[in-house]
């Protein structure tokens, strides 16, 4: 049976419109969860609440949650991975990347509860280098291209007094509050108390808890203190 002109024309606007949503919501996924242990959920910005898995994808305006005992390790599409540690909660504020417009780059972290370990891809180290921020109640960071990791403590890090600790494995940071501002480099430890009190170095580790990461992507047992991968385990790509 031969279709008649029109009716074909609706079936290609169809496949047409089908196509584009297709590609609109591969485009919408900003992160996917590459290795996880334990219960990891989300909140949408719906308000729906799900649970997550290896390869479920994270958006833009979500609310990521780890229990006790669970973590999740997400990878975004500039390059970028995250691991989140143990009973902490992430927000992601904002992502933008499109590889052809370095200008248009954003991506806005908040720390609600906990801490997380990252290496940054792409955003922050082309166009616009303050494009990157991950915010908290004590201080905001700003990259220029690193690994680092940060922890907010509240009278859940056994003899730490409560405040925000970030240590930089490689490249730098600036962690700025109202109260003044700080740039933490490679090797170096900070900390800041609350909102109205400036950034320190710290002359070393201060003790900070250690998680272990099991079932890394390498099949190993790592352990970590804000959440960094030692070498060798795991596949975090800079």
């Known amino acids: 049976m031969q279709l008649s ?3 074909k024309l609706h079936f290609v606007a169809l496949i047409a419109a089908s196509l584009l949503f297709m590609a609109d919501h591969a485009l919408a996924a900003t992160a996917m969860i590459t290795n996880m242990n334990g219960t990891v959920s989300v ?3 719906d308000g729906s609440l799900k649970v997550l898995s290896q390869k479920s994808e994270v958006d833009t305006g979500d609310v990521i949650a780890t229990e006790k005992n669970s973590y999740a ?3 975004f599409t500039d390059g970028g991975e995250i691991t989140i540690r143990p009973e902490s909660v992430l927000t992601i504020d904002a992502y933008t990347f499109e590889e052809n417009k370095p200008q248009q780059d954003s991506f806005i972290l908040g720390l609600i509860k906990g801490g997380f370990r990252t290496i940054t891809g792409l955003i922050g180290k082309r166009g616009n280098r303050d494009a990157y921020r991950a915010n908290a109640v004590t201080a ?14 509240n009278k859940n890090c056994g003899s730490l007094p ?3 600790y970030v240590d930089v494995k490689n490249g730098k940071i600036n962690i700025s509050n109202k109260a003044g501002e ?4 490679a090797g170096e430890y900070a900390y800041v108390k609350d909102a109205d009190t400036a950034p320190v170095l710290l002359p070393g580790n201060p003790g900070l808890p250690e998680f272990k990461e099991e079932d890394t992507v390498a099949g190993g047992l790592g352990t970590f203190l804000t ?7 795991g596949c975090f790509i800079q």
């Open 5 to 7: 002109q029109p009716l």
């Open 43 to 45: 909140h949408k910005s």
């Open 73 to 75: 390790r997400l990878k």
């Open 140 to 153: 905001t960071i700003g990259i220029r291209g690193t690994d680092y990791g940060s922890l907010l403590c």
């Open 162 to 164: 409560d405040g925000q």
């Open 182 to 185: 700080l740039d933490v480099n």
């Open 227 to 233: 959440g960094v991968i030692p070498e060798g385990a």
